[in-house]
């Protein structure tokens, strides 16, 4: 990536001088990183009839080697038989697939990384006629879609018990399979997503506590794997192609949907963003990221994520420029440099990096020795961005 004009190389180094505590070990129970540097969870579709292959395997394994120190794989399916989307080639996380995840875990071990696997339950996105398995309608909280249009029943509680185990089981198989942790999917609009956020859970009684549903997934994945297994869950304000709406639109609010999750037994969370720049609740702290709200609110680990080591935000235009032009950063450089401010002033513990790893596997090791010039570029025409 050549430097912008006006950059010279000694800022470049200070740059890559300052990234330097990112490369500090980090411990949380079962997962020990050698670095901060995840990558991000990234749907890919090459898993035949769900089950992950040794091109899986090397295509994690080539991240590890090339310096990230966790792998959150791209979301697998939960083994119910209304979590997937319309894709076939997506993994699952069931008894079927074990030995195709084993062999990604051993060769990310064996690089020298962890990995845990994202478990997925896509809810309403399953759409109203689904390619795949068209006979299983589509779950959601309420019986709405991300518009609030019909879509089929809202859960019943057997529905709900259902997928709460199934969640429960893919864990205890993830930790009998040899991984290090667990994401849970609470991102995006998906079904942990749904019950989160008003706008599809619009529920009487006890689960219309947006919090719930989520809570008791994590307690019982929490129950099914034992204190020090390393429970992580996902969580955005943003859902899949609607980008500015919100779970909380204060901090008071993101606090009543965090705490009790955090009680309930996740170890870090995962603190989804488009950018990792830009400040949350501008009129509540001019700077301060989602990250940075998720830490100081539930003082858990907490995962940072959004745009590192690319030009544009993920998805491109769409959501409305910060307040504070403090914080508008223009580089790949300026936000590597923003990204280490905010690791020093403790707002993120880890830094999960998604399209950049995409187009340079040694992404991590080249900003470590100083190469950010040397650096693949992420380009939109070449690489498919048809993520969950
Ligand atoms: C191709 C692609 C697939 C994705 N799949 C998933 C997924 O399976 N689960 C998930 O939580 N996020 C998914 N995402 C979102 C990424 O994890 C990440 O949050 C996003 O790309 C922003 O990070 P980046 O700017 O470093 O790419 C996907 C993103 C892309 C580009």
């Known amino acids: 990536m050549p430097l912008e004009s006006g950059k010279t190389h000694d800022w470049l180094v200070a740059v890559t001088d300052s990234l330097t505590p990112l490369f500090s070990p980090f ?18 579709e ?59 875990v051993n060769a990310v071990h064996d690089a020298g990384g962890s990995i845990v696997p994202q478990l997925w339950h896509v809810g309403a996105l399953r759409g109203a006629s689904p390619p795949l398995n068209p006979g299983v309608p589509a779950l959601s909280p309420s019986g709405l879609d ?19 185990t199934s969640f429960a089981d893919a864990a205890a198989l993830a930790q009998r399979i040899g991984f290090d942790g667990v994401e849970l999917h ?37 129950s ?21 709406e919100r779970i909380a639109t204060t901090p008071t609010e993101l606090e009543k949907l965090l705490v009790p999750l ?17 400040p949350e609740f501008p009129d509540d702290d001019a700077v301060l990221s989602l990250a940075g709200w998720t830490k100081r609110l539930t003082g858990r680990s907490v995962i940072t994520v959004g745009s590192v080591g690319v030009q544009t935000e993920f998805r491109g235009a769409g959501a ?25 002033a403790g707002e993120f513990d880890v830094v999960a990096v998604g399209r950049a790893l995409v187009a340079d596997p040694a992404w991590v090791a080249k900003v470590r020795a100083g190469h950010l010039d040397q650096v693949v570029p992420f380009d939109r025409t070449q690489h498919s961005l048809s993520g969950a």
């Open 146 to 164: 991300l518009d609030a249009g019909p879509l089929g029943e809202p859960m019943t509680t057997q529905q709900i018990d259902q997928v709460i």
């Open 46 to 104: 090459m898993s035949p009839g769900g089950i992950p292959t040794s091109e899986n395997a090397e295509h994690y394994r080539m991240r590890v080697e090339g310096g990230a120190a966790l792998i959150i794989t791209e979301g697998a399916y939960i083994d119910d038989e209304a979590a997937s989307g319309p894709r076939a080639d997506v993994p699952r996380l069931t008894e079927h697939a074990a030995d195709g995840w084993r062999g990604v």
């Open 262 to 278: 955090g009680d309930a037994g996740v170890d870090a969370f995962h603190a989804s963003t488009r950018r990792h720049w830009h």
């Open 186 to 222: 609470g991102a995006h609009g998906y079904l942990l997503d749904e019950f989160l956020w008003k706008r599809t859970n619009t529920r009487d009684g006890r689960y219309g506590t947006r919090v719930q549903m989520p809570l008791e997934v994590v307690q019982a994945v929490r």
């Open 27 to 44: 411990n949380l129970k079962s997962l020990s990183l050698r670095n901060r540097f995840a990558m991000a969870p990234m749907t890919r």
């Open 224 to 244: 099914a794997v034992g204190e020090n297994f390393a429970v992580i869950f996902r969580f955005s304000q943003w859902k899949a192609s609607r980008y500015t």
């Open 320 to 344: 409305a420029a910060p307040k504070n032009p403090l914080v508008i950063r223009e580089s790949v450089e300026d936000r590597l440099d923003y990204l280490a401010e905010q690791f020093r």
